[in-house]
């Protein structure tokens, strides 16, 4: 199992809600919506990509690149639950 980062422990002996764990799963999920809202970044035709005008490959590849965000988003969730779930002894389970 591969080590699990210490997770520091709120005064009244619970778990913070915000680790840097979940603000990397909350930044993975953020990202492809903030690339697809900021329009003007990506209206335009040049550069063309195998004759594929710039605005539809761009999109395309946030289709590809948003998949892959996911599933990293999804195995830190996991490893996170994992580790609180082994912290509080597998009550949960």
């Not at 422990?9 to 915000?18: L, Q, Y």
């Not at 690339?35 to 990509?49: E, N």
């Not at 590849?61 to 912290?87: C, F, G, H, K, N």
């Amino acid at each position: 199992m591969p080590d699990v980062p210490e997770v520091p422990v709120a005064p009244e002996g619970r778990e913070p809600a915000v680790t840097p764990v979940r603000v990397v799963v909350a930044l993975c999920l953020a990202a492809p919506f903030v690339a697809m809202l900021w329009v003007s970044s990506y209206a335009k035709a040049d550069p063309a990509f195998i004759g594929i005008p710039f605005f539809y490959w761009y999109q395309m590849l946030w289709v590809l690149i948003s998949t892959a965000l996911t599933m990293v988003a999804y195995r830190l969730w996991q490893r996170d639950q994992r580790a609180r779930t082994a912290r509080r002894g597998g009550a949960d389970r």
